[in-house]
């Protein structure tokens, strides 16, 4: 079955930067989707950025616009999240997941178009 795990997240200061990954496993990324969110506490699951892996588009949301990269390893069935200049507002619990190719396509940055998440990593900006 598909699964998702991420990792990569902690505790850093603002102005740093940090790396997270998504594996996969039970699927082939090409045929897949594969999008960053992030939730804080009481707020709502926004879209960070996604990678459509059947034509290589990325999309970025508002909220990190600029500060983040997202790339892939092929191989590795892996999708990683850069992401600089970090601030105390972008601390949150991250999730990777994944769409499956669909017709019509669904918009890559709604959490609603996902079918499957990973379990989430907590990432916390604080000096």
């Known amino acids: 079955q598909v699964q998702l795990v991420e990792s990569g997240g902690g505790l850093v200061q603002p102005g740093e930067s940090l790396r997270l990954s998504c594996k996969g496993s039970?699927?082939?990324?090409?045929?897949?989707?594969i999008g960053w969110f992030r939730q804080a506490p009481g707020k709502e699951r926004e879209g960070v950025s996604s990678?459509?892996?059947?034509?290589?588009?990325?999309y970025s949301g508002d909220s990190m616009k600029g500060r983040v990269t997202i790339s892939r390893d092929i191989t590795e069935n892996t999708v990683y999240l850069q992401m600089s200049s970090l601030k105390p507002e972008d601390t949150a619990v991250y999730y990777c997941?994944?769409?499956?190719?669909?017709?019509?396509?669904?918009?890559?940055?709604?959490?609603?178009?996902?079918?499957?998440w990973g379990q989430g990593t907590q990432v916390t900006i604080s000096s």
């Open positions: 997941a994944a769409m499956v190719r669909s017709s019509p396509p669904k918009h890559p940055l709604q959490k609603e178009s996902y079918n499957y």
């Open positions: 039970g699927f082939t990324l090409p045929n897949y989707a």
């Open positions: 990678i459509t892996n059947w034509n290589d588009y990325i």
